[in-house]
């Protein structure tokens, strides 16, 4: 029951509204007693009205004087002033923290207060919450910030500005002070991409990663955009990273894997990767111009098919155990390239380790050595020639000092006749000769190789040196019993040079010829004009040159058969000097033999004088008949090809040049020649290889193939027949010849 004085002085209706509000209320007199207790203060105090009337507020809640709480001071001096007091205090009672109003008034005080308990811890939370999300994003090193996004009247993106970073974000960007500011006042020359994709954020509150440059900033940037709070639609969070020098060590790195990977593939060596158990993963493209393997073909093992039937056994045992040993090892094996050839390898390989010291995977390089091993095999076998050479030299300076000595000992013992002295003197001077020859050879041999010898050089007629050389190699032909054939052009030859030196280099061709001929043989001498050169061919019937020997024969101390070479007697250097004088005269030799007992041919070329080349008459096209064909001319020399191309163009024929293997398929495949004239030593595809394409296709089996090569031996033309070539032409090639080939497609 409410107490008379304040029912008295309280409207019934206010009271009402007292009861009805959720803040608690009292009314306290000047002594501070409560006069008046609502509902809502009973429920949170948990104490009665009727326990709180009459008594004193600081009796029942001493807390409340308690500093920063309602003390008796603050309620006088907000009686004077006539101002409300608003604190908050703690209950220690209670336990609660609440929020207190004092309102002073005629008679006391009306106190209103509310429990503020949840609101204290909340904000607490929050504020511990703050801290932690501030320590946590001042702590990483990646740059944050909240933007706030600017748009224009249309809704475009056009600027934002930082509300927000951390402190790793100067670092980051090298932006300062940027909070308050908006990104074109710090970087005016800002690219549009940033605000647009930043807004496209902002509008459609999906995250966004990306890697960009920003170029006022001259930094690259890892960026993570997001909307952390989805009811501020033009804020947007960024957690971005400089990335700058890891993209130029990217960079770096790509280039130089790239540099790597083109000297790789420029190198001539195969370089290739295996994995642990020795399986090749990866090899350079040299290993594919070399073998012709394709990729399918060279992995795991595959690559040991292209080794040489008799090395490949021994070389997969030597690979796998020096696989199984794990450390560096070096093969040497022989490899079938693509074009038959044989190539000797040298195989290099070194183990890479994994942390654990197990081996991760194999490194090596092929590198072609045949080079190498052809020179090793070149010296040994130049030291065999040369200890066989010093011993025919000892056995031929020994033969006639045996007749000298003899001869000596004749006239020391007295008492002979003038004609038996005679007979001695004679004899005992062809041996000196004999030995005078043999000096004059090696002294010749000598000046030559070191350049010491001078050329008397006039316009030379030749078929006056080859007289001349027959006339001095009559003697040993005669005296074998040997018939010569000898024929000579109607007009002149002529060619400048030495004329004692190029019937000493036609003389010894002749001498050669006669010795190693059983008696009653034939030798064929003729001398041709052909075009920008002279040919001088001295032929026989003598014991031939094995084909082994016909690129050595000129070799010094090179010997065809040692047993004839002794029987026959000489140094056995006489073709070296051939050669080297036909070579001081900017011409070449060439020998030429079916075999042993086939006999043999030697061919001197020598260029024309300048004189002879001014009489020459102007090329003539040959008339020739033959209808125009499609013909298609291959070379990887393109002057050579084009230069062809143009005569046979200019004989009426449809002509296309190609100046590679692939190249030609390609373009056969479309315009299906009816002749192809192609070159053997191409590189990437040989023309080997590209015969047998060209005769598996449908277009290509009945197409005249014509193979135009600087090689011109009989296993080079019976290599060309086995890839499907009607015909093989040596070059230089005459016109005359290819046009006679193309007018056989007549009578097909």
């Known amino acids: 029951m409410m107490p008379a004085p304040v029912t008295a002085d309280l409207e019934l209706d206010a009271i009402q509204v007292l009861e009805s509000v959720s803040d608690g209320f009292f009314a ?18 948990a104490r009665s009205r009727a326990d709180l009337l009459g008594r004193k507020l600081y009796e029942v809640y001493p807390e409340l004087a308690a500093p920063g709480g309602i003390d008796e001071d603050s309620l006088h001096e907000a009686a004077r002033s006539g101002e409300r007091i608003e ?30 308990t949840r609101a204290r811890l909340t904000r607490r939370a929050l504020g511990e919450s703050e801290q932690h999300y501030r320590t946590l994003i001042d702590s990483i090193d990646q740059g944050y910030c909240v933007i706030e996004m600017l748009f224009d009247e249309n809704g475009e993106a056009v600027d934002y500005r930082f509300l927000e970073v951390n402190r790793a974000f100067e670092a980051q960007t090298g932006l300062a002070d940027a909070v308050g500011h908006r990104m074109t006042e710090l970087a005016p020359g800002h690219e549009r991409f940033w605000f647009e994709m930043y807004g496209d954020v ?93 990729l399918d073909q060279w992995l795991g093992s595959g690559w040991l098919e292209a080794v040489h039937p008799d090395d490949r056994d021994a070389t997969r045992r030597r690979w796998a155990e020096a696989i199984a040993r794990g450390v560096p090892f070096e093969l040497e094996y022989r490899i ?60 031929e300076l020994r033969n006639p000092l045996a007749p000298l000595r003899t001869g000596i000992e004749i006239m020391r013992m007295g008492r002979i ?32 190789s070191g350049g010491r010898i001078v050329l008397d050089r006039h316009p030379v007629e030749l078929a006056a040196v080859i007289r001349s050389a027959l006339e001095a190699s009559d003697p040993i032909i005669r005296q074998k ?42 030798i064929f001498v003729t001398l041709e004009r052909r075009e920008r050169e002279a040919v001088v061919c001295v032929k026989d019937t003598g014991v031939g040159i094995p084909p082994a020997m016909l690129e050595k024969v000129f070799e010094l101390f090179a010997q065809v058969d040692s047993a004839i070479d002794r029987r026959q007697g000489g140094l056995g250097i006489g073709l070296t000097i051939v050669r080297q004088l036909v070579e001081l005269h900017g011409g070449h030799v060439e020998a030429h033999s079916e075999g042993p007992g086939r006999g043999s041919e030697f061919v001197v070329r020598l260029p024309l004088s300048a004189a002879a080349l001014e009489e020459l008459e102007a090329p003539r096209i040959p008339e020739a008949a033959v209808r125009s064909r499609r013909v298609l001319v291959v070379d990887d020399n393109a002057d050579a090809a084009q230069a062809m191309g143009t005569m046979l163009e200019l004989l009426g024929h449809e002509v296309n040049v190609a100046f590679g293997g692939e190249q030609a398929l390609r373009l056969a495949e479309r315009i299906h020649p009816e002749v192809i004239l192609m070159d053997l030593g191409m590189p990437n595809m040989n023309g080997y290889v590209a015969a047998r394409r060209v005769r598996q296709s449908d277009w290509g089996r009945d197409v005249l193939l014509v193979a135009v090569t600087g090689w011109g031996q009989q296993a080079d033309r019976v290599a060309s027949e086995q890839v499907g070539f009607d015909h093989h032409l040596v070059k230089p090639v005459e016109l005359d010849a290819v046009q006679s080939l193309i007018a056989q497609l007549d009578s097909r």
Request: with cysteine; hydrophobic share 40%.
């Open 28 to 45: 306290c007199d000047r002594e501070l007693r409560f006069l008046y207790v609502n509902g809502a203060a009973e429920r949170q105090l």
């Open 87 to 116: 604190r908050e205090y703690f209950s220690t009672k209670a336990g609660r923290w609440y929020r207190g109003c004092v309102h002073p008034r005629s008679w006391g005080w009306a106190i209103y207060f509310h429990d503020v």
């Open 202 to 294: 902002a509008r459609s509150g999906e995250p966004a990663r990306f890697e960009r440059y920003a170029a006022a900033l001259d930094r690259w940037f890892d960026v993570y955009a997001f909307r952390s709070d989805s009811s501020a639609t033009n804020r947007v969070s960024l957690l971005f990273r400089d990335v700058t020098e890891r993209r130029r060590t990217d960079d770096a790195l790509r280039e130089s894997e790239e540099r790597f990977r083109v000297l790789v593939e420029a190198m001539a060596q195969a370089v290739w990767e295996a994995d642990a158990a020795g399986s090749i993963a990866r090899y350079s493209p040299s290993w594919r111009v070399l073998t012709g393997q394709r």
């Open 336 to 395: 079938v390239a693509a074009d038959g050839s044989v190539h000797w390898s040298n195989d290099h390989a070194a183990p890479l380790f994994a942390a654990d010291g197990t081996v991760r995977k194999w490194v090596g390089m092929n590198v072609d050595i045949t080079e190498r091993r052809s020179a090793e095999e070149a010296l040994r076998e130049a030291d065999r020639r040369k200890d066989e050479f010093l011993a025919i030299l000892a056995h």
């Open 417 to 448: 006749d003038p004609e038996r002295i005679e007979r001695v003197r004679a004899m005992m001077g062809r041996q000196v000769d004999h030995m005078v020859a043999l000096v004059d050879d090696l002294m010749d041999v000598s000046r030559i």
């Open 481 to 522: 019993r040997h018939e010569v054939s000898l024929t000579l052009p109607a007009e002149a030859v002529w060619v400048d040079g030495d004329r004692h030196r190029l019937t000493q280099a036609i003389g010894n061709l002749l001498t050669n010829a006669a010795k190693y001929m059983e008696p009653n043989g034939h």
